[in-house]
């Protein structure tokens, strides 16, 4: 071979591939512009478990794209008040939030159902709804007239009935009670004498210390330890009927959201979702062990009756054919829920229910 001929072309073929390099720079750049967003949370730091999917997707999306596109989460209150996070996106305050849609529902009730409804779906539904049931369609179609985007960013799994005061053994013993929850829940609750409050998580504690409240809800045990609610309410119930299996979002702002190059939508949509398994599998590997400390260092474990519950569920139904008649997007929402949940309970009670009734009684025996 001759060797000055070889290396000559070599070095043509290197010349050509260096100007294909030039040349694609700048559809390269266009396509990872350096970007700087702000992210607002409706949750303190101190719950590492709800606040940390802000800060994983941050994480993902600066990984993913080589540190160009990079998102700064900022807890409650840093820069807005936490149950005005969407508020601020939409008004172009700050690009994204880490927030739950319940809280706007004074804007309108439809925002409930993209977080949870009373005897709604449970974790394992809302997952499916959103992501294979067209339900994140459905709510984004809703969001577009608040200048909103949504995707879904974590839930918490069947939450924890609240702490009270009081022993809750009746309906009647929920009359006049003053009780922190939020969403539908409220609207729910009025019907059978609760006064409902909606208050951040950060300033629950003192309320229900100081007597503002007489009861609260949150998330679960895992959270609920860390925010000491045992120590100024001696009674836990279980479960939050209003909240069987909650969604939390991130929101953006409509706008920047579809000005982002198609890669950097992607990268948010997936490190959201990665998120959004990450938070369940923590709060299922963490409730359990949160639960035993709070039953050891005295917490009374109630369940509501039955005949709560069944009073419950029907000014539930109540609130629900009231709102269906008078708010069209509700009504859209509400009937794709309602349809996707039916048969997803068919398809529950055959699999599902057996397995884990069974494996429940083994646990109870002794036998795992």
């Known amino acids: 071979m001759n060797r000055r001929k070889f290396f000559q072309q070599a070095g043509a073929a290197g010349l050509g591939a260096a100007a294909s390099v030039a040349l694609a720079a700048p559809a390269i750049a266009q396509e990872n512009p350096k970007l700087n ?29 080589g540190g160009n596109f990079t998102i700064t989460p900022f807890a409650a209150g840093e820069i807005v008040p936490p149950l ?15 927030t739950c849609c319940y809280y706007y529902i004074g804007k309108d009730p439809t925002f409930a159902l993209g977080t949870a409804i009373p005897f709604g779906l449970n974790a394992r539904m809302t997952n499916a709804w959103f992501t294979a049931g067209g339900g994140n369609e459905l709510l984004n179609e809703f969001l ?36 922190r929850i939020a969403g539908l829940a409220g609207e729910v609750m009025s019907k059978v004498g609760v006064t409902p409050q909606q208050i951040a998580g950060s300033d629950v504690y003192a309320a229900l210390e100081k007597g503002t409240i007489d009861a609260t809800e949150f998330v679960g045990p895992y959270d609920d330890l860390k925010l000491g609610f045992y120590k100024v309410a001696n009674y836990y119930y279980y479960p939050a ?5 909650p969604a939390v979002h991130a929101f953006f702002n409509s706008d920047k959201f579809n000005e982002l190059p198609a890669n950097y939508k992607r990268i948010l949509t997936d490190a959201c979702a990665a998120a959004n398994a990450n938070m369940l599998a923590r709060y299922d590997a963490s409730n359990a062990a949160a639960l035993r400390q709070l039953v050891a260092q005295g917490t009374e474990l109630r369940a509501f009756g039955s005949d709560i519950l069944d009073v419950c569920h029907k000014a539930a139904l109540e609130t629900y054919a009231d709102l269906s008649a008078k708010n069209e997007s509700f009504k859209m929402l509400y009937d794709s829920q309602q349809a996707f949940k039916k ?20 646990q109870r025996q002794g036998k795992l």
């Open 37 to 65: 967003w702000r992210l607002t949370s409706s949750f303190p730091k101190s719950l590492d478990i709800i606040f940390g999917a802000a800060t994983d997707i941050a994480q993902s999306v600066s990984e993913a794209t």
């Open 84 to 98: 005005q996070a969407a508020d601020a996106v939409a008004a172009g305050t700050v690009e994204m939030a880490h």
């Open 144 to 179: 577009a007239g608040h200048k909103l985007y949504a995707l879904p960013a974590g839930n918490t799994g069947a939450q924890m009935g609240g702490w009270y005061r009081k022993e809750i053994k009746t309906i009647d013993d929920l009359k006049g009670l003053k009780m």
């Open 241 to 245: 009927w209003w909240e069987g299996g």
């Open 343 to 362: 048969d997803a309970y068919l398809w529950a009670q055959v699999a599902e229910y057996g397995f884990d009734t069974y494996m429940m009684i083994q």
